[in-house]
């Protein structure tokens, strides 16, 4: 089949029908374009969303539960081995807080190549004291610079920076704390443990994440001033913090770690399942509202396509009459389809990264997430791919009907109605 | 003797179904020679026109046998017969049918495209030789709707004479022509038999027209009286 004359005799036919031709193209424009833009704007938003959540939980955090054991010793009896045990009134037990064997745990967890960085950190509940007032919180001693590399924390440290945490007794208190009790950098705050010990830190900065909750609650010091604070030794550790390369597979690596280390595992998926939710759903309505406006273009060109065939019967007829067999027709009239989705899709592309650059250039300043600035947009060349191949299958489907009639519309009948 | 025999017909019959069962044909046998310039005439619906349609391969439901060039046409492919209208058989009908969105040149050409037998640019020299015969070549890049009806119809004989057919097939070819743009084609027509030897198959009503060809096939209820 000669491809070069049927696109010929498709774009002649188009050029005939121009203004038609570009409402058709501009009616896929707009729809693709629309689609981007606001494919780009929800994913941009569940990135921020799915952001605020991550960069404060790891995908994997090891730690010691208080829960009741699991072997109770009537297990243990040969004699009611074979029977069901009711036992009532267990009460938990505190194995402590303490990850045993922590330094051993977090060396071989920074060798597994799954592993993008291991953050050991201790959490202790404290009050902090101003004057005879005591406010109930929590401490945490990070290990800086791998916190830094895991959760980003400087993005939310609004006075101050994160590395003077470096330096002896100094701490990071959260901004409804530091509002609540009047003070700023510099300043020296009284921290009194649980068990009564006391200590004065240096506020070397203040953190906002932008939840109150949190901010109201929430300070940071090093390691080892929080071991000291609590009065344990430098192998104290609370918590382990992982992040993976691949973080789907958290669930399954929290599995295999709390087999393996004999710990209590938690993957970010279980620790934070409502956003996962709220991440589906909005991407769900940003497709079907594109998938629509697709489909109301694909009707356009098909209207669009069946008026000309009703036009160039006659055109239809001499072509078949001189040599053009249905298929050749049938051909010409998907090329011109795939002509306009093709025109249209590219040009939508273009104007959906410039609707995106548009919403990306908005200002969007909310307390609640200090770094950002504008309206996030994510430009993944995914949307661009799936936009194109939704634009050329809805014509082709659109440009098929009138294209299958064309092919069998009979010579002689329009011939011999003349 | 065999093979001066274009087209042939064997036991030819039509039938219409609407609005009645109503034989239009019966029982057709035609021979058309090499060389010869044949015209059908006959009263209105007596099934000339029908007939032409037939032997075009255009319109393939019908009984009985066609043979183009000893070669059986009957009961082939859409894409064969296309094939064969295409390289075989060329058209000129009673309102031009030029195709509006190309320019004369390009329409004389389009034939020739599609068999892709020869090149573009020799199939341009060889659309403008013909324009240039039929006393057109100065109209070549003017688009159809700035011609005259003679002009036109002019433009569509070149078209059908584009891939050097075995056969042209005219349907009323100056029914919607004056005087003088009558005997302006007749006089083409002629010229092709005359000097290049073409064959030539015409449905006319016009009787001037037809006395004036080598051959008058004469038509009445459906079948071939003379």
């Known amino acids: 089949m000669n491809f070069k004359l049927i696109l010929n005799i498709a774009f002649h036919l188009l050029q005939a029908r121009l203004k038609q031709t570009i409402v058709a193209a501009v009616g896929v424009t707009f729809s693709i374009a629309m689609f981007i833009a606001l494919v780009s704007f929800m994913n941009g938003l569940n990135d921020l969303l799915d952001g605020l959540m991550l960069n404060r939980t790891p995908h994997v955090r090891l730690y010691n539960e208080i829960k009741p054991s699991e072997n109770q010793p009537i297990f243990l009896s040969e004699e009611f081995k074979n029977s069901t045990n009711f036992i009532r009134s267990i009460k938990p037990k505190d194995i402590g807080k303490s990850i045993y064997n922590s330094k051993t745990i977090i060396s071989v967890l920074k060798k597994d190549t799954r592993v993008i960085d291991v953050a050991p950190k201790v959490t202790s509940p404290v009050f902090f004291n101003s004057g005879t007032i005591e406010i109930s919180g929590v401490i945490n001693g990070i290990d800086v610079l791998s916190e830094e590399k895991l959760f980003k924390i400087s993005d939310y440290i609004v006075d101050g920076t994160v590395t003077d945490l470096l330096q002896n007794n100094s701490i990071i208190i959260g901004k409804g704390l530091s509002d609540k009790m009047l003070l700023s950098r510099g300043d020296i705050i009284k921290i009194t443990t649980s068990k009564g010990k006391l200590a004065s830190l240096k506020i070397v900065g203040i953190s906002e994440i932008g939840i109150a909750e949190i901010d109201n609650v929430m300070s940071y010091t090093s390691l080892a001033t929080a071991q000291k604070i609590v009065g344990e030794a430098t192998n104290y550790i609370t918590d382990i913090q992982i992040n993976l390369y691949d973080m789907t597979t958290a669930p399954a690596v929290a599995n295999e770690f709390r087999n393996t280390f004999n710990l209590d595992a938690i993957d970010y998926q279980t620790a934070n399942s409502q956003f996962e939710t709220g991440s589906t759903v909005r991407s769900i309505i940003s497709y079907a509202v594109g998938v629509v406006l697709l489909i109301v273009a694909g009707f356009g060109i098909y209207n669009i396509l069946n008026m000309m065939i009703y036009e160039k019967m006659d055109s239809i007829a001499i072509l078949k009459a001189t040599g053009f067999s249905g298929n050749d027709v049938q051909w010409i009239f998907i090329s011109l389809s795939i002509i306009i989705g093709l025109a249209g899709g590219l040009f939508g592309l273009l104007f959906g990264y410039i609707f995106s650059s548009i919403i990306d250039s908005i200002p969007f300043e909310t307390a609640s997430l200090p770094t950002v600035k504008t309206y996030p947009i994510n430009y993944n060349p995914l949307y661009y791919g799936i936009g194109i191949t939704f634009a050329l299958f809805t014509t082709t489907i659109a440009g098929l009907f009138p294209a299958l009639k064309a092919s069998k519309i009979d010579p002689v009948e329009i011939i011999r109605g003349k | ?226």
């Open chain 2, 1 to 226: 003797m065999e093979n001066n025999v274009i087209l042939e017909t064997k036991g030819l019959s039509k039938y219409f179904y609407d609005p009645v069962k109503f034989q239009v044909l019966k029982e057709i046998e035609m021979r058309i020679n090499y060389g010869e310039f044949v015209s059908i005439v006959g009263k209105s619906g007596c099934g000339k026109s029908t007939l032409l349609y037939l032997l075009s391969t255009m319109d393939t439901a019908y009984d009985g046998q066609i043979y183009i060039h000893n070669e059986l046409v009957t009961g082939k492919t859409d894409r064969e017969l296309a094939l064969i209208r295409n390289e075989k058989i060329g058209f000129v009908f009673q309102f031009h049918y030029l195709l509006a969105e190309y320019n004369v040149l390009k329409n004389v050409m389009l034939p020739g495209m599609k068999l892709g037998k020869y090149s573009d640019q020799e199939l341009e020299n060889r659309a403008m030789k013909h324009l240039k015969t039929l006393d057109m070549e100065d109209q070549a890049l003017k688009m159809p709707n700035q011609l005259s009806g003679g002009q036109k119809q002019r433009v569509a004989i070149a078209r059908a004479l584009i891939n050097d057919p075995l056969i042209i097939m005219g349907d009323e070819p100056t029914g919607n022509l004056d005087k003088k743009n009558s005997d302006l084609v007749f006089d083409i027509f002629n010229r092709l038999t005359q000097e290049e030897n073409q064959t030539l198959l015409v449905v006319t009503h016009d009787t001037d027209f037809a006395n004036r060809t080598s051959r008058i096939i004469t038509m009445e209820d459906g079948k071939i009286i003379s």
